[in-house]
């Protein structure tokens, strides 16, 4: 960071707003001076720094709302983001993951997680615990197949775009309030859209642009008609 004067700024700031801005502003590491006053911030905005790792201390800020760390150099999370109960939004895009904690589960009130432009090459499956959870990007990653545990994710919106997913799961048609899947630009093939993720799931947007197969051979496939009611139903809601 720029100098220290420019921190204690902030952190006085932070104190009064429970908003603590950091964004571009060089940081390699979590400043240990911000710690005093964790208990008070909501909102911590670490994005686009030089952040390599979060380091234990991260846990301390028990009531966060809003995490960002988006734009780093992360390769990994510590144990102790678990014991962030309160967060709601968690941004982790353009990072360098490979893999998450598995005390991701333990984020209760999670509604938002963006994974995007990360490293990971499996769907994370302790995000399908999390009953508050409504939006899942993990576009751009390396992702190929799909766990059966998906079918007990609570996401209305699942983002998979441009991974190299081969292969969907049935289980997805078992997703209790997925609306939207995005799959564009994969290597899927017509057959990995099958009968019971068409007909006997909620998705009601399926998006599947550049993949293995044209968007009209999709009309003929069994269950396709069950999709476009849902999708055409919605659609006048909105209207």
């Known amino acids: 960071m720029g100098n220290a004067s420019s921190l204690k700024h902030h952190i006085e700031t932070a104190e009064k707003t429970g908003v603590l801005q950091l964004s571009k ?27 390599q790792s979060l380091g234990d201390n991260i846990g ?34 353009c990072n360098q993951l490979e893999s998450l904690s598995e005390n991701l589960d333990k984020l209760i009130s999670l509604k938002t997680i963006n994974l995007s432009g990360n490293r990971l090459k499996s769907f994370p499956e302790q995000l399908c615990s999390l009953k508050n959870l409504e939006l899942i ?17 609570c996401a209305n919106e699942i983002i998979l775009n441009n991974n ?10 078992k997703c209790p309030k997925l609306k939207v899947l995005r799959l564009d630009n994969n290597q899927l093939s017509l057959n990995a859209i099958t009968r019971p993720i068409l007909a006997e799931s909620k998705i009601c947007l399926l998006s599947v642009e550049n993949n293995l197969f044209q968007l009209k051979e999709l009309q003929d496939k ?11 139903s919605t659609k006048r809601k909105l209207m």
């Open 60 to 93: 301390l800020f028990q009531n966060l709302k809003v995490l960002n760390l988006s734009h780093n150099k992360l390769r990994s999370l510590p144990a102790s983001i678990g014991h962030l109960s309160k967060l709601e939004s968690l941004y982790l895009e």
């Open 164 to 173: 190299r997913l081969t292969t969907l799961n049935d289980s997805l048609a």
């Open 222 to 232: 069994d269950g396709y008609d069950d999709y476009i009611g849902r999708y055409t």
């Open 137 to 153: 990007d993990l576009s751009q990653n390396e992702i190929s197949t799909l766990p059966s545990s998906i079918g007990d994710s």
């Open 25 to 51: 502003t060089n940081l390699r590491e979590l400043p240990k001076d911000i710690v005093q006053i964790g208990q008070s911030i909501r909102t911590l905005d670490l994005n686009t720094n030089r952040i």
